[in-house]
Nanobody, 121 residues
């Protein structure tokens, strides 16, 4: 399984970006779709997550992005997204998509390669 993150770039403070994460296969049961980020000199942190269909697609967000970021997915579970609005300079980071999924009852953790978001003030 491969995840391909895209959509990063340079944006002015107050602007918006939409990140995408393409999932290469669907022959597994997705439990969690997430976006993480890692700013220079800082640890990777969870930004947004969405549970699978069995958990009602519940979402959760880091306090720092609540009300500004929205995680979503397509019905086919072949892609999910992070809509980022009202961007701030402190949102500058490499953003990684992550999927936790089971196949034959075995839970695996998959990461995308990261996409850089730079917010200029």
């Amino acid at each position: 399984v491969q995840l391909q993150a895209s959509g990063g770039g340079l944006v002015q403070a107050g602007g918006s970006l939409r990140l995408s994460c393409a999932i290469s296969e669907t022959d597994f049961s997705i439990k969690v779709m997430s976006w993480y980020r890692q700013a220079p000199g800082k640890e990777r942190e969870l930004v947004a997550m969405m549970l699978g269909d069995e958990q009602g697609r519940q979402t959760n967000y880091a306090d720092s992005v609540k009300g500004r970021f929205i995680i979503s997915r397509n019905n086919a579970e072949t892609a999910f997204y992070l809509q980022m609005n009202s961007l701030k300079s402190e949102d500058t980071a490499v953003y990684y998509c992550n999927v936790k999924a089971t196949k034959n009852l075995y839970l695996s953790n998959y990461w995308g390669q990261g996409t850089l978001v730079t917010v200029s003030s």
